[in-house]
């Protein structure tokens, strides 16, 4: 059976989906809560990954190890960092690098040792259809201002980035390594690399929750409470129709 793994970060951005799982079940496994069940006519496992990349990396390999899932698929939040990134945008990746891994000068900077790369790619037919999914539910949730599709790299690491200073120097840094980011979270990057050690097609889509800045801390929990789950539920279901 063909099972699409739906992650997110935190309960507020999952909140909307599980409302809509038929037949849920709760399966309670490695500390977390996954949820079987069917969401517009899928068989889909809905998690979170929790907060961080060693966290989401357990989170997708028990997805992978234990409910055997054919895809993941992330929804959450993240922090603009590309010109023109404002919070209410939404990001579709296309790579992932991780912002805070430097072995320099064994290996050079973010890249992933014994791996000889810093990126991992999305999988590129998910990725097309997750775009097209974000694009037509966008435009269905008709909002006030008017929000931007993105698509290109982001960036993660531990640690919440939350002043225009330390985005800024973040972003040159990974400028001088090649690396022109879109958005930086805290996840993503891990759910990659777990889904290119198993083969499996992994997909991303972040919205903009803040600017990464001196106003990151207040705009963050108000976007996460008032507006995420809103835009992971009807991305997710424009994706699952397609699928
Ligand atoms: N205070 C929160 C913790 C949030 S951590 C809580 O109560 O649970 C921020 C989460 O949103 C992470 O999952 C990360 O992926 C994403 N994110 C949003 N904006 C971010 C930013 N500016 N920097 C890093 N991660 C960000």
Same mark, same amino acid.
């Given at each position: &059976?063909?099972?699409?793994?739906?992650?997110?970060?935190? #309960?507020?951005?999952?909140?909307?989906?599980?409302?809509?799982?038929?037949?849920?079940?709760?399966?309670?496994?490695?500390?977390?809560?996954?949820?079987?069940?069917?969401?517009?006519?899928?068989?889909?496992? @809905? #998690?979170?990954?929790?907060?961080?990349?060693?966290?989401?990396?357990?989170?997708?390999? #028990?997805?992978?190890?234990?409910?055997?899932?054919?895809?993941?698929?992330?929804?959450?939040?993240?922090?603009? &960092?590309?010109?023109?990134?404002?919070?209410?945008?939404?990001?579709?990746?296309?790579?992932?690098?991780? /912002?805070?891994?430097?072995?320099?000068?064994?290996?050079?900077?973010?890249?992933?040792?014994?791996?000889?790369?810093?990126?991992?790619?999305?999988?590129?037919? @998910?990725?097309?259809?997750?775009?097209?999914?974000?694009?037509?539910?966008?435009?269905?949730?008709? @909002?006030?201002?008017?929000?931007?599709? /993105?698509?290109?790299?982001?960036?993660?690491?531990?640690?919440?980035?939350?002043?225009?200073?330390?985005?800024?120097?973040?972003?040159?840094?990974?400028?001088?390594?090649? /690396?022109?980011?879109?958005?930086?979270? &805290?996840?993503?990057?891990?759910?990659?690399?777990?889904?290119?050690?198993?083969?499996?097609?992994?997909?991303?889509?972040?919205?903009?929750?803040?600017?990464?800045?001196?106003?990151?801390?207040?705009?963050?929990?108000?976007?996460?409470?008032?507006? #995420?789950?809103?835009?992971?539920?009807?991305?997710?279901? /424009?994706?699952?129709?397609?699928?």
């Amino acid at each position: &059976m063909i099972r699409t793994a739906i992650l997110s970060a935190l #309960a507020e951005e999952q909140q909307g989906l599980l409302e809509l799982l038929q037949q849920p079940e709760k399966i309670s496994h490695a500390g977390r809560d996954f949820w079987q069940g069917r969401l517009h006519g899928q068989a889909v496992v @809905l #998690a979170l990954s929790r907060i961080g990349k060693v966290a989401a990396a357990t989170t997708a390999t #028990a997805l992978i190890e234990r409910f055997e899932v054919s895809r993941i698929v992330f929804t959450g939040v993240a922090g603009g &960092m590309g010109e023109g990134v404002q919070v209410g945008d939404v990001v579709v990746a296309t790579e992932f690098v991780q /912002h805070d891994l430097d072995a320099s000068p064994l290996f050079p900077q973010y890249e992933v040792p014994l791996y000889g790369q810093s990126r991992f790619a999305c999988d590129a037919a @998910l990725t097309a259809l997750l775009l097209e999914a974000s694009r037509v539910g966008l435009k269905s949730l008709a @909002l006030p201002a008017a929000s931007l599709l /993105h698509h290109g790299l982001i960036a993660s690491g531990d640690r919440f980035v939350s002043g225009a200073q330390e985005s800024q120097a973040l972003r040159s840094a990974l400028q001088v390594g090649g /690396h022109e980011v879109l958005a930086v979270e &805290m996840e993503g990057a891990a759910v990659a690399q777990v889904c290119f050690d198993y083969g499996l097609p992994f997909a991303a889509v972040r919205t903009i929750s803040d600017r990464a800045d001196d106003q990151a801390h207040v705009d963050f929990p108000l976007f996460v409470k008032e507006v #995420a789950s809103r835009y992971a539920q009807v991305i997710t279901q /424009h994706l699952l129709k397609s699928l």
